[in-house]
């Protein structure tokens, strides 16, 4: 039997979304990998784990991204200007943190066009939200931070070099380039309305909701009728574990045998 290199992830509660796209990778560029979705309860003993196993790199999800930081021996710079690490890459074993949700995030959009001189609304400034300001501001973008904890938006702001403002603000999308939702509302299960109100959204403006279940959000919905340009919680979901692949394999990822599970799986 020949050798395969192992990557995976460590949360609380694995989801099948990280595997069938790593895996459809691996099998589209015929590299022996394989891709296991841990359930973690001991950080501490699963990081030793990827240590002793020479576990190649681990995907790192809630409750894990803040408790690895100082159990990693090196992170990236932005990971830790952030605050959070979802990615782990193991150099015989000298383990780095990483964050890829801002790749994942800054790849979304431009896409659909340049962040450079954009103007970007951000509603919610929890974990996703700290890394899609920091990723949007290094590649260029003005930053508007709005969220329910006014205190929490005026700190990430000042981090960041960008403003503050409560949720009211979403009523204003239209003064926006680009608006992206990193709270939860219009998640399946917790609250199926749009944190925007419709008629704040003007043809061309760009809305990305990072929210991806459902597919398609109230707030999309409304986005994709009034004429703005959508991009899909998805498309970051993918271009952050497109991120994880290249820093694992060393490898493109293959993008669109990735997209292709993802959307079987969502
Ligand atoms: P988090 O750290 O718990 O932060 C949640 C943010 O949403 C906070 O700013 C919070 O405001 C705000 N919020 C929560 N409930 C709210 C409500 N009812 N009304 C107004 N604001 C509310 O969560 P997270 O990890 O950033 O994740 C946020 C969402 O993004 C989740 O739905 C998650 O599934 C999704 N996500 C998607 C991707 C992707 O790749 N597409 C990646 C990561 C996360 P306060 O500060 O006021 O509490």
Redesign the pocket.
Known sequence: MSLVTLCGSLSLHPSPLGASMHEAGYRALGLAFRYVPFAVRDIGGAIAGVRALGIRGAGVSYPYKQRVMPLVDALDPLAQRIGAVNTIVNDDGRLTGFNT?WV?AVRALEEVRPLSGARLLLL??????RAIAYGAREHGALVTIA???AA?ARELAAAVGGEAQG?GEASRAADYDVLVN????G?QDV?ARSPVPPAAIRAGLVVMD???KPVETALLADARARGAVVVH?GR??LH?AARQFELYTGRPAPLEAMDTALRANL
């Open positions: 949700d994942g919610g400034a929890g974990g996703a939200g969220n329910r904890d929490k949720l990193a709270t939860p509302i998640m609250d990072i929210v991806y919680g970051m979901l952050q």
